[in-house]
């Protein structure tokens, strides 16, 4: 017979309750969790900048202060860019959508055939007499919706910039103190592996930049060869978008064949076909190779990670995949010499 003192039962079972809480805790703050991922991200992308100027003899807070408004300028410079290109895109379909009604209800032009093939017309008039046009577009939970989205949005962005600012500006006073917790002995042994998970993270940071602009400058090109409007905007977006894991590829492909093919439906067949063998190339040669040497991970881990954190958790997860894996190489490397100087001091020495 196994007994077992209730107090080990005791403490048992406030393990797993302390573990289930802390998951339902992490649920309901995923949203949370990631905006400090994203501005974890960004304060890792822009504090090379900061410690340039900290060896220029600027002090850290006066640093960070001028690598922020320099990030933010560029941001909007960038803007400036596309958002107008965005307004007239959306300016021009606004004046056209007349014209593209009529071509329905009369049945001519791509959209008409289309209309009278699946019988859009018939289909709109019966969920019109049935709910409502309230029913039919779900307007008042749309607008509810889309509010809530504006609001988070905005929200979001506010956020992510304070925690990116307030991360360059006090980030090294809370590694120090939680070097400060470790044990003397040990701690310039974790100042060392500190130092890897820094080049570890920044390297993945580095290595997302240079995809997305690779991304960038081949949908550029690809653009104006077919003399696609807004071609270099348009790439811009691609760059950007790209950032994002998984959704960010599709969403700008989505949103640049859909203006190709307003434009001109043989140059929306060719970006289609463009982006669907780019983003092949991307997620299976392009992506392990650049972090395989940014992050000094193998291609096969790098591909397994993205795969794995995709599942697990997403975006967030396919996000937080590659530094997490880096992170994970960097402590097993310090704990396997540690761990085989131990095994070859308890073997036995052979006898002269």
Known sequence: MVTFRPRTILAVIAIVLAVAILLAVVWISRQVLTWILVAIFFALALNPAVEFFQRRGLRRGWSAALT?????????????????????????????????VNDVSEGRGPL???????ELEQRVREAVADG???????????????TKGVLTFVVAIVTIAFMTFFMLLEGPTWIERLYGLIPERSRDKWRGIGRDIYRTVGGYVTGNLLISVIAGISSTIVLLVLGVPYAVALGLLVAILDLIPLAGATLAAIIVTTVAFIDWIPAGIVVLIFFVIYQQLENHILQPLVYSRTVQLSPLAILIAVLIGAKLAGILGALAAIPIAGTIQVLLFAWLPRRTGDRAAAEPRAAP
């Not at 803007?79 to 307004?87: E, K, Q, R």
């Not at 008409?112 to 699946?118: I, S």
């Not at 029913?135 to 889309?146: D, E, F, K, Q």
């Open 68 to 100: 922020f408004l320099l990030a933010i300028g560029g941001i909007v410079a960038m803007g400036s860019l596309f958002v107008p290109t965005l307004v007239d895109e959306a300016r021009g379909f606004a004046d056209a959508l007349p014209g593209y």
């Open 112 to 118: 008409g055939r289309l209309a009278e093939r699946y």
């Open 132 to 146: 409502g046009v309230a029913r039919l577009l779900g307007l008042s939970g749309t607008a509810i919706a889309v």
